[in-house]
């Protein structure tokens, strides 16, 4: 008979998971957990999440437990910590706590940052949180990913920590920074020390900033993470160009400017006094990771979104340049605007993501079925297409659906194109949220949850590919049609 402690943790996790959340079974969980305490607390303590929008009591009563008893920092191996809301002015410390938080404050001789140390802690919000972060990651040293607002690792006490504890955050594995480009921009070189931790594998980046500014130490081969996610961030060339130089080794690169929402638009009043780079740039220096790059997703702003003057905007007309050199590129995400019309794609293609659809499709579809059939593209079997006006990739160089045809029809056409093949070819529509007021109180501070088609998650596994498949759209048309 097998012993209950002798399950594997993960197994015991899921098993723990299917239990319904009600009193009674609460009751019986902490039962359990007094039995079986030592089995019990690593599944308690192995992951940590914080998104109440109200204070930060949770994240102030897990660190606490974990400073009365050490050991349990050590089974902590993931940290969410959700932003609060912008207006947020915060509430201050509980008072039960703040003599437990300037004891372990004062233990740390800090000297003359004491005092600015005790100030922080007093105040739960913003400006206590990076320290808070700081004092719980230091007691977790199996911590492998953290998720955090921006503004934390470039804090005093991240600093301080880097500074004097070599092995701050040495087995982090995955980092994820939120920021909001509105109010508060990920201004990338900030984080130098966190993004440069050697064992680190995964980068997700929301609303950051990459200029001319760029970290000195980040030399050709100093970053050892392979994937990097940046969500809705603006990059200027020379930026990119050292950038993609410091990685040793890209295995995922995704970068993406496009948003379905006009106000949610990403570094809009960057174009012109900051140009950010165009596909063909995006393209030649991925070349850089050619033998190594499985993902290439980059989403650029394009002349529909409503960018002031974004026509005269250079570098945003120059397509994509040639994949065919890359040896092992198995994903690709573009931007319609500037992909040719017969894309030069690589042999390991498997599939292929073709976002922000304003105009016709068929002459790149004819092309690349074609490429197809001639067995260039063995391993490809996606083709997705994904617009706002799903009518759009249908219509004829001059906007016009082909006469006598409907968009059911077109659609059957294009798809023919690939029989014979393994590709199935799609259009698919984004998903969008529904009509909001503008002149609602406090929507500024409202989140709007929205999905965009997306036929994969390009390799990431974290919060900000929340893509779903066609089975949320039953007819891909709209009803008028």
């Known amino acids: 008979m097998v012993n209950l402690q002798d399950l594997p943790l993960e197994l015991l996790q899921g098993i723990l998971s299917f239990i319904a959340n009600n009193n009674d079974i609460d009751i019986d969980e902490e039962f359990f957990s007094r039995e079986f305490r030592d089995l019990a607390q690593p599944l308690l303590f192995r992951n940590f999440t914080d998104d109440v929008n109200t204070d930060r009591n949770k994240t102030i009563r897990f660190t606490k437990a974990i400073y009365e008893r050490p050991g349990l920092g050590e089974h902590v191996r993931h940290v969410t910590i959700k932003p609060l809301p912008i207006k947020y002015t915060g509430k201050g410390i509980a008072k039960e706590h703040i003599k437990f938080y300037e004891g372990i404050i004062k233990d740390l001789q800090l000297g003359d940052m004491e005092k600015e140390w005790l100030i922080s802690m007093r105040n739960d919000g913003v400006n206590g949180l990076g320290l808070l972060i700081a004092l719980l990651v230091t007691k977790t040293p199996n911590l492998r990913h953290l998720h955090m607002p921006d503004g934390q690792s470039r804090d005093r006490p991240f600093l301080y920590f880097f500074s004097r504890h070599p092995s701050f955050l040495s087995n982090l594995t995955s980092v994820s920074i939120e920021g909001d480009y509105k109010d508060t921009a990920v201004i990338i070189p900030d984080h130098e020390q966190l993004l440069s931790l ?200 001059w906007h016009e ?73 039953d007819n891909h048309f709209p009803l008028g049609l």
Request: charge should be negative; proline fraction near 7%; include cysteine.
């Open 198 to 397: 050697p064992k680190l594998k995964s980068v997700v980046i929301e609303s950051g900033h990459l200029d001319h500014s760029f970290p000195s130490s980040w030399t050709t081969g100093t970053l050892s993470a392979d994937e990097f996610s940046f969500q809705g961030c603006h990059f200027v060339p020379e930026a990119l160009k050292k950038f993609m130089r410091a990685c040793k080794s890209l295995k995922s690169f995704t970068y993406t400017k496009f948003d379905v929402i006009p106000s949610q638009r990403p570094f809009g009043d960057l174009l012109e006094t900051h140009p950010e780079f165009n596909a063909a740039q995006a393209t030649e220096e991925a070349l850089q990771h050619k033998d190594t790059l499985e993902v290439f997703s980059v989403e650029l702003a394009t002349d529909r979104e409503g960018y002031v003057d974004v026509k005269n905007y250079n570098s945003t007309r120059v397509n994509y340049g040639s994949f065919a050199d890359f040896s092992v590129l198995k994903k690709i995400c573009v931007s319609h605007a500037y992909l040719p019309a017969h894309p030069q794609l690589p042999a390991t293609l498997e599939k292929l993501h073709i976002s922000s659809c304003h105009s016709s499709t068929w002459e790149m579809a004819r092309n690349i079925s074609t490429d197809c059939k001639k067995g260039l593209y063995p391993q490809l079997t996606e083709v997705k297409v994904s617009a706002l006006d799903t009518t759009a990739p249908f219509k004829l160089p």
């Open 401 to 473: 659906i082909p006469e006598g045809h409907t968009p059911e029809q077109c659609l059957l056409s294009l798809q023919d194109m690939f029989k014979g093949t393994k590709v199935e070819f799609d259009i698919l529509p984004y998903k969008l949220p529904p009509p909001w007021d503008e002149d609602e109180e406090d929507t500024e501070d409202e989140v709007l949850d929205f999905d965009i088609y997306d036929g994969d998650d390009f390799g990431y596994d974290n919060d900000y590919n929340d893509y779903d498949y066609g089975d949320n759209y």
